[in-house]
């Protein structure tokens, strides 16, 4: 499998990141060298076997831990909102949306 | 002292040899010395750091110190602490204070440890040379030329140009073992679900897992004794009866069966660091251990298979820096995707974004089963070759890297060359397997080499215990680097 830059331009607004046209032929040619790499996979027969999601699926699922429905955090808001680019009355301030 | 380890200063330091405070300074002094030459620390607080020595001096007239408090130990700044910045080695966090402590931090504060620092790192721990940090490369304390591998080489190098007596790491596909390799320290990859994650920078979850570097194995096994432990809120934390990492210092080497993958030496691997491994494996047979030749067939698609997974984990974690609740935020933005779009481009790194660019496409529509369930498909491929040899061996041996520390620069134009150079880290955290590296051995170049034990699943204390008898038979892990010279 071979990116073009054009299906980076895709993949880069799937994930939210801003490439330049100036940048595109060297990002796009960087992944496509990743993109061999782990085109080596596609040989292996994995007839039969089950998907791995986790390094201990087996031990973890036998061990599914649940809680009681129990407020346990207290609100800390304002330290966290203490954090944040831009904050009115108690919200996070973003562009607008709706006009 | 500088040169001593964490046992031998928790002996000092119960024995009123030397207080916390003192040694504190006396690693704050070296750290002020030779940081500008290393570049192994991103922040240092150097009042904090006196006020959690004076406490533990404090701690301990009252006759309540453990064998750790007073000891000043350095932090990846993977791990989130309140009150100093944790940076993961990005300009996206280049300005973060956490408000909270992660739990292995909970851990060494209730321990009565000293926060000396936090420690360099490639950009959320993605890489293998410490030359993706935001904040500079660190330089290997063996040769300023070279790197100190990675991601938590400033970790290893602190600790290998006696900056830090012991510090905290994290391993996704070799970043404790691969730097401790390349620096010559002692580095500690637990079993996953030992060591809570709680707090600590999530690159990719089904992997990540914390853990110490010191000097010796019996350092890092006192280290785990603070590390390890159930936390309720990792929900891949394991619920099991504490252990005492040093339960097996005294390990009887006669009839241990040391199983010898075939594929860790083979062509490829850098002869003299085969050569070193050899002969350190040569000394566990003079013990009376047993080899065994066993093989882990699927080696040569652990790193394939990283690519697609880690990638993968990495895209959906890292989605959270968007500029709205914390982090850097873009300053020109025409509308709030733009925003977001802008924000993650300045505030990530090339090799950064280059993982989560690849996570995205092969958890994408149409690309799905063929690359990312696949992976997983192979992974479980990987974890059944080790289960395998384990019927054959109760440890595995072999190089921990195929390479002594490379030069700057040499491997960072070619991503799938730096991936390479963790073909032997990563089959470990693929199976959620324990692995460490200890100091064989050296090169002609006067380059430290690593040698690599795993075990099999909460095999810790075995492999410590192994480790630590070939510590008090060689000292490769007490010879210091010529440019942090004693």
Redesign the interface.
């Known amino acids: 499998?071979s990116?073009t830059p054009d299906q980076?331009q895709r993949?880069?607004?799937?994930?939210?990141?801003?490439?330049?046209p100036d940048e595109a032929r060297v990002?796009t040619d960087?992944?496509n060298?990743?993109?061999?790499?782990?085109?080596?996979?596609?040989a292996?027969d994995?007839g039969g076997?089950?998907?791995?999601?986790?390094?201990?699926d087996a031990?973890?699922e036998a061990?599914q831990?649940l809680?009681p429905d129990e407020v346990t955090e207290p609100d800390?808001r304002a330290?966290?909102q203490?954090?944040?680019?831009?904050v009115d009355q108690g919200l996070?301030l973003?562009?607008k949306?709706i006009e | 002292m500088l040169n001593s380890t964490v046992t031998e200063l928790s002996a000092a330091l119960a024995a009123k040899q030397v207080s916390s405070v003192e040694l504190t300074k006396l690693f704050l002094d070296r750290i002020r010395g030779l940081n500008g030459k290393l570049n192994a620390f991103i922040t240092v607080d150097e009042e904090r750091s006196l006020a959690q020595a004076t406490v533990a001096d404090e701690r301990r007239a009252r006759g309540d110190a453990g064998p750790l408090t007073g000891i000043p130990v350095a932090h990846k700044d993977i791990f989130c602490t309140r009150g100093i910045r944790t940076t993961c080695g990005s300009r996206m966090l280049a300005g973060?204070?956490s408000?909270y402590d992660a739990h292995v931090i909970e851990r060494f504060n209730a321990a009565g440890a000293v926060l000396l620092g936090k420690t360099n790192m490639d950009e959320f721990a993605m890489g293998s040379s410490n030359e993706t940090s935001h904040f500079g490369p660190v330089r290997n304390p063996w040769d300023l030329g070279r790197v100190p591998g990675g991601s938590s080489g400033g970790s290893a190098a602190a600790v290998a140009a006696r900056l830090a007596p012991a510090a905290t790491g994290t391993d996704t596909g070799g970043s404790i073992r691969q730097p401790a390799a390349l620096s010559g320290v002692s580095g500690l990859k637990p079993?996953?679900?030992v060591v809570s994650r709680y707090g600590m920078i999530a690159f990719a979850s089904?992997?990540d897992q914390g853990g110490p570097l010191a000097k010796s194995a019996a350092d890092l096994a006192l280290l785990m004794n603070a590390m390890a432990g159930f936390d309720?809120r990792d929900?891949?934390s394991?619920?099991r009866p504490a252990e005492d990492y040093t339960r097996d210092l005294k390990l009887e080497l006669a009839g241990l069966r040391i199983g010898l993958p075939k594929e860790y030496f083979a062509s490829g691997v850098d002869p003299e660091v085969l050569s070193r491994v050899r002969e350190a494996i040569r000394w566990f047979e003079s013990q009376g251990a047993k080899t065994v030749e066993i093989t882990l067939p699927n080696t040569g698609?652990a790193?394939?298979?990283y690519?697609?997974i880690a990638p993968a984990e990495a895209?959906s974690n890292l989605?959270r820096f968007?500029?709205?609740?914390?982090g850097h935020?873009a300053k020109d933005?025409a509308?709030?995707?733009?925003?977001?779009?802008?924000t993650?481009?300045e505030g990530?790194g090339a090799e950064v974004?280059?993982r989560?660019?690849?996570?995205?496409?092969?958890l994408?529509h149409g690309?799905y089963d063929?690359?990312y369930?696949?992976?997983?498909?192979?992974?479980?491929?990987i974890?059944k070759d080790f289960s395998e040899a384990f019927a054959r061996c109760d440890l595995i041996m072999g190089p921990t890297s195929p390479s002594t520390a490379f030069a700057l620069g040499e491997k960072s134009s070619?991503?799938?060359q730096m991936?390479l150079n963790d073909i032997f880290t990563i089959p470990a955290?693929?199976?959620?397997l324990p692995g460490l590296s200890i100091p064989c051995g050296f090169d002609a170049r006067g380059l430290p080499v690593g040698l690599q034990i795993m075990g099999n699943?909460f095999a810790e204390a075995k492999m410590l215990g192994a480790a630590h008898r070939y510590q008090q038979a060689t000292d490769w892990h007490l010879r210091a680097p010529k440019e942090a010279p004693l």
Request: proline share 6%; no cysteine; hydrophobic share 45%.
């Open positions: 499998m990116l980076l993949i880069a607004l799937l994930a939210r990141i801003a490439v330049e990002v960087r992944l060298q990743v993109l061999g790499l782990i085109d080596q996979l596609q292996v994995t076997i089950e998907p791995m999601s986790h390094a201990l031990q973890l061990q831990r809680r800390r330290e966290f203490g954090l944040a680019p831009a996070y973003v562009p949306v | 973060y204070v408000p079993t996953y679900g089904s992997l309720a929900s891949t394991l619920e698609l790193v394939p298979v690519y697609v895209s989605s968007d500029g709205v609740r914390y935020r933005f509308d709030l995707s733009d925003m977001y779009r802008r993650r481009a990530f974004k280059r989560i660019l690849i996570g995205t496409y092969v994408s690309y063929a690359y369930l696949q992976a997983q498909k192979v992974r479980r491929l974890a070619d991503p799938v991936y955290p693929l199976a959620g699943y």
